[in-house]
């Protein structure tokens, strides 16, 4: 075993002990503390060379004067930080405290919090020597700088946002409070901030009775079960209108027992009358559909029938075997007649029903325009002249051409020349006329007749509306301006009216020029 070395012989030795006073300082410069001494009488400043340590300086860059402290001072603290000095000094406080930036070695601009306090007065009560301590806080005061700035952005989205942001509270006693509440609650119901978090009862309070039962039910529920809170209610916002409210919360258990809720309520009745005129829409929808389908499936059947009817009908009229009798065929002619209008009439809920469904399609192309009228007044002639009613045809130009369905454009300009043959009266006359405007060409039917009521004019191309005529004995079922109108519009067209009661109508179809 080797023999403890002897004192002497080049053993290692424990380092000499340090001052007690080197020891205190180190620890406090550690903690970002300083222990200074004032002598205020000469201003001699001691323990100062740590001061400096906590700005980067090194020792023997201290400065020994309140005075050379200062020029370190940020020179908008200087005054501040000598009136905090002045108030300890009269008595108004029992300590000298302020925060303030002072300059580093470095050129930055660190805070400091220092605080002292006068420990000897002299006989005739000037201060004469003062202590204390300085401390860095340039980490504090960033992390609440960033804090503050992180706060005001928050306030500025929550401004913006349309609902309120809140922070609700339960106590474990069931005493409830708002910690925090958005600005948006002032505009939303009509309380602000400060209300709400003075007193929760003052939005609870204007829950519509009927609904604060399942309001509460579904806070305690939440409470609970540490479940999500969701709820609907309605809301008496000031004296405004009672509103529909939409709130969204999630718990988070407290250790004193109570509950916070994180949340969000937001203004629906704007979104609920949405929903609910959407769902009447989609039930008009799915009735128009059912009509449509109906009329549709029923227009089919009925043809079979009828045309039966009506071949029939005509067999009895050709019949050389067994002719009829002058009253017989009178008599059928009657059921042929009617028959046959019947057939139109169910032709054009056919294609009412098509029209509604988008099932009827239209093919447009370059159409010359004045025979297609001259055909078209041809047609109307022999039911025109048994009714005394003159037909012209305006000046059209051979080259004027339309874009638009063959098929279908006569069909508009048949329903529209029948109407005023039909709604005229004998020896008045029905015009047509047509002309170039722009890239679009104007049919215009023009007539003498007995004319439309103002009031009938809004509902003219609605289904199955007569207006004035509808007690009258001209036949029709109302359908063919709407028919028409559609038409029209399907050739990319316009169909409008103006007309002066025993005076006459102007019917007018736009269509694209060819």
């Given amino acids: 075993m080797a023999e403890p070395t002897p004192a002497g012989s080049g053993a290692p030795t424990e380092p000499p002990a340090r001052p007690y006073s080197d020891l205190v300082n180190d620890a406090l410069h550690g903690a970002g503390t300083a222990v200074w001494e004032w002598n205020i009488l000469d201003d001699r400043l001691s323990g100062n060379d740590t001061s400096v340590l906590l700005l980067g300086y090194a020792p023997h860059e201290a400065v020994h004067t309140q005075e050379a402290w200062n020029r370190l001072i940020h020179p908008e603290d200087v005054a501040e930080n000598d009136d905090a000095y002045l108030r300890h000094a009269r008595g108004e406080v029992p300590a000298y405290e302020h925060e303030y930036r002072a300059l580093a070695k470095d050129g930055s601009w660190r805070w400091l919090y220092e605080r002292g306090r006068i420990v000897e007065w002299a006989a005739d009560g000037r201060p004469v020597r003062m202590v204390g301590t300085i401390t860095d806080i340039t980490q504090r005061r960033q992390a609440e700088g960033q804090a503050l700035e992180m706060a005001d952005r928050l306030r500025k989205i929550a401004r913006h946002v349309p609902g309120i942001v809140f922070q609700f509270r339960r106590d474990p006693d069931g005493h409830a409070s708002f910690p925090y509440v958005s600005e948006s609650s002032v505009e939303l119901i009509g309380l602000t901030p400060a209300e709400l978090r003075a007193d929760a009862r003052s939005m609870l309070d204007r829950v ?19 479940l999500p809170w969701h709820c609907e209610f309605r809301l008496h916002c000031g004296d405004g209108p009672l509103r529909w409210m939409s709130g969204s919360a999630t718990p988070q258990p407290e250790a004193d027992g109570s509950v916070l809720w994180h949340g969000y ?18 039930i008009a929808e799915a009735a128009s559909g059912a009509k449509t389908r109906f009329l549709s499936r029923m227009s089919h059947e009925l043809r079979t029938p009828l045309n039966a009817v009506l071949g029939f009908a005509q067999l009895m009229e ?3 075997n067994e002719p009829l009798g002058p009253t017989q065929r009178r008599r059928i002619r009657l059921i042929r007649e009617a028959g046959a209008h019947l057939l139109e009439m169910i032709g054009e809920l056919l294609d009412l029903t098509r029209l509604d469904s988008g099932k009827l399609e239209v093919h447009l192309e370059a159409l010359p325009l004045a025979p297609i009228l001259a055909e078209c007044l041809e047609m109307l002639r022999p039911t025109a002249d048994a009714g005394g009613v003159a037909l012209e045809l305006g000046e059209v130009g ?53 004319g439309i009521a103002a009031q009938d004019l809004e509902a003219l191309f609605e289904p199955f509306h007569r207006g004035a005529h509808q007690r009258s ?7 063919g301006l709407a028919i028409t109108r559609g038409l029209v519009a ?11 009661p025993d005076v006459g109508s102007t019917f007018g179809v736009t269509l694209p020029r060819a």
């Fill in 208 to 226: 519509h009775e009927d609904d604060r039962a399942a309001v509460d039910a579904s806070v305690a529920e939440s409470t609970r079960a540490m």
């Fill in 265 to 282: 309520l937001q203004d629906t009745t704007e979104l609920r009358a949405l929903e609910q005129e959407r769902q009447a829409r989609a």
């Fill in 318 to 320: 050709l019949d050389g």
């Fill in 398 to 450: 051979d080259a004027l051409q339309v874009y638009a369905d063959p098929t279908r454009l006569r069909q508009v300009l048949l329903n529209l020349l029948s109407n005023a043959v039909k709604y005229n009266r004998r020896g008045g006359w029905v015009r047509l006329d047509a002309s170039e405007d722009g890239q679009e060409v104007r049919i215009q039917v023009v007539d003498s007749g007995v």
């Fill in 473 to 479: 004995r001209i036949e029709g079922a109302g359908i």
């Fill in 490 to 500: 399907l050739m990319h067209g316009r169909l409008d009216v103006c007309s002066r």
